[in-house]
């Protein structure tokens, strides 16, 4: 990309088609947010909602509203909401518990399918509570049934052999950025035989996903990135329509049965993509989330692509313009075609610098052991926004802040 004027960054804001979407979100009235690839903002509809749930529906309808408000059918209601966004058709997602839980639900259920096979691929990169749950199903079921194995990228399609039980993979690295060929390497692995799970934490509402069209098998994703469902916002389960009456899930709670009001001794699962519930729907949460969905009517996931590229190609030109960031290494694919929607930087001092900038209103993110990351959500930021980031960010190592005491104090979360 050439240079780029600040007419020219001003033009893209007055032509982007998503442009109003902006105001559908509470956000600071000072700074950039970008860190929707953590935790979304906070929807206007979304508040509403929780002020309607908790002030009307509990706290005068109370126990009447599992029908009245039709409490007792969110999970599918938010999973039929969430479908489109992840090109799934009718009855195959549900929004339930979290995405760790789903993965152990979904992980246990290509296993029973896949009685001779034990071994679970998966990139030696991918989030860590996704491997964690292998382990954790490893040690219910035993090595024999279940071996976790590890390989780099570019050793993947050499490693898809008739011994894999199960690929799991994270369609968006949540380091780098880096974006996986879903349809490539899905029919690769059905060639063999091996059923396949996608994580989709970093790609639902950031970018068109097209499961059915991939014939993908199994995936999971979170509520609280780029769906703004809210802190701990409930995830969901996608299985392919062609497995629901084959597969079985450990976790048999009351809401997974046929017949969950029957209250039978003897559990009989659901047939359906219900089977993947498990407890009491968390109400407040799931309404919240509901709520919050309400930000996609109308979206071309198209556009949200093309914007989120653009957006990540401005942000690249803008920072190799300055010559105070030549310390940043861009550690996302340089192709905006092979990234999501962030970009990753490394630098020794990642925190540090993070740290500073989120004191100057500028909010990213910081992961171990290095990694700087920016999250590029097209519904409510502006190319004005990115051009203030460079510059704040220019200005951070320039007067070299971040090496300032009070941005070098670790906390809790990063």
Same mark, same amino acid.
Request: with cysteine; glycine share 6%; charged share 20%.
């Given at each position: 990309?050439?240079?780029?004027?600040?007419?020219?960054?001003?033009?893209?804001?007055?032509?982007?088609?998503?442009?109003?979407?902006?105001?559908?979100?509470?956000?600071?009235?000072?700074?950039?947010?970008?860190?929707?690839?953590?935790?979304?903002?906070?929807?206007?509809?979304?508040?509403?909602?929780?002020?309607?749930?908790?002030?009307?529906?509990?706290?005068?309808?109370?126990?009447?509203?599992?029908?009245?408000?039709?409490?007792?059918?969110?999970?599918?209601? /938010?999973?039929?909401?969430? @479908?489109?966004?992840? &090109? #799934?058709? !009718?009855?195959?997602?549900?929004? +339930?518990?979290?995405?760790?839980?789903?993965?152990?639900?979904?992980?246990?259920?290509?296993?029973?399918?896949?009685?001779?096979?034990?071994?679970?691929?998966?990139?030696?990169?991918?989030?860590?509570?996704?491997?964690?749950?292998?382990?954790?199903?490893?040690?219910?079921?035993?090595?024999?049934?279940?071996?976790?194995?590890?390989?780099?990228?570019?050793?993947?399609?050499?490693?898809?052999?008739?011994?894999?039980?199960?690929?799991?993979?994270?369609?968006?690295?949540?380091?780098?950025?880096?974006?996986?060929?879903?349809?490539?390497?899905?029919?690769?692995?059905?060639?063999?035989?091996?059923? /396949?799970?996608?994580?989709? @934490?970093?790609?639902? &509402? #950031?970018? !068109?996903?097209?499961?059915?069209? +991939?014939?993908?098998?199994?995936?999971?994703?979170?509520?609280?990135?780029?769906?703004?469902?809210?802190?701990?916002?409930?995830?969901?389960?996608?299985?392919?329509?062609?497995?629901?009456?084959?597969?079985?899930?450990?976790?048999?709670?009351?809401?997974?049965?046929?017949?969950?009001?029957?209250?039978?001794?003897?559990?009989?699962?659901?047939?359906?993509?219900?089977?993947?519930?498990?407890?009491?729907?968390?109400?407040?949460?799931?309404?919240?989330?509901?709520?919050?969905?309400?930000?996609?009517?109308?979206?071309?996931?198209?556009?949200?692509?093309?914007?989120?590229?653009?957006?990540?190609?401005?942000?690249?030109?803008?920072?190799?313009?300055? &010559?105070?960031?030549?310390?940043?290494?861009?550690?996302?694919?340089?192709?905006?075609?092979?990234?999501?929607?962030?970009?990753?930087?490394?630098?020794?001092?990642?925190?540090?610098?993070?740290?500073?900038?989120?004191?100057?209103?500028?909010?990213?993110?910081?992961?171990?052991?290095?990694?700087?990351?920016?999250?590029?959500?097209?519904?409510?930021?502006?190319?004005?926004?990115?051009?203030?980031?460079?510059?704040?960010?220019?200005?951070?190592?320039?007067?070299?802040?971040?090496?300032?005491?009070?941005?070098?104090?670790?906390?809790?979360?990063?």
């Amino acid at each position: 990309m050439s240079r780029v004027s600040e007419e020219q960054i001003t033009q893209w804001d007055l032509i982007d088609p998503l442009a109003d979407k902006r105001q559908l979100f509470k956000l600071p009235e000072k700074g950039v947010y970008l860190d929707g690839n953590s935790l979304g903002p906070m929807p206007f509809s979304a508040a509403e909602r929780a002020k309607e749930v908790l002030e009307h529906q509990w706290a005068s309808d109370l126990i009447t509203s599992w029908n009245k408000h039709g409490w007792i059918d969110l999970p599918t209601t /938010v999973g039929e909401k969430i @479908a489109p966004l992840i &090109g #799934a058709g !009718p009855g195959q997602v549900i929004c +339930c518990d979290s995405t760790s839980i789903n993965l152990f639900k979904v992980l246990s259920s290509a296993l029973s399918l896949q009685t001779s096979r034990s071994v679970v691929l998966s990139l030696a990169g991918n989030f860590p509570t996704d491997l964690y749950m292998v382990e954790g199903v490893a040690s219910l079921l035993g090595e024999d049934a279940c071996h976790l194995n590890l390989v780099c990228e570019d050793e993947l399609e050499e490693a898809l052999t008739s011994e894999v039980a199960v690929l799991m993979l994270t369609q968006v690295d949540f380091r780098s950025g880096r974006l996986l060929d879903m349809q490539r390497i899905t029919r690769q692995a059905h060639e063999q035989g091996i059923l /396949v799970i996608w994580d989709l @934490a970093h790609s639902a &509402g #950031a970018l !068109p996903v097209r499961l059915d069209e +991939c014939e993908v098998d199994f995936a999971v994703g979170c509520g609280y990135k780029y769906l703004n469902g809210g802190p701990g916002a409930p995830a969901f389960v996608y299985v392919a329509t062609q497995l629901q009456a084959r597969v079985s899930q450990p976790l048999k709670g009351w809401m997974g049965h046929k017949q969950p009001f029957a209250f039978s001794q003897s559990y009989a699962q659901s047939q359906s993509i219900t089977q993947y519930l498990c407890g009491t729907p968390s109400v407040v949460s799931m309404s919240v989330l509901d709520a919050a969905l309400s930000v996609f009517d109308d979206v071309d996931m198209q556009q949200v692509r093309e914007k989120s590229q653009a957006l990540g190609e401005l942000f690249i030109a803008l920072v190799e313009e300055e &010559g105070e960031l030549t310390d940043l290494k861009l550690e996302s694919p340089k192709a905006p075609q092979d990234r999501g929607s962030q970009l990753a930087f490394s630098h020794e001092h990642a925190h540090g610098i993070c740290q500073a900038l989120i004191d100057k209103g500028v909010i990213a993110d910081f992961r171990a052991p290095n990694i700087l990351r920016f999250g590029l959500t097209p519904l409510y930021l502006r190319y004005q926004d990115i051009q203030d980031c460079v510059q704040t960010l220019t200005h951070i190592m320039e007067q070299k802040i971040y090496l300032q005491a009070q941005f070098n104090v670790q906390n809790k979360v990063t």
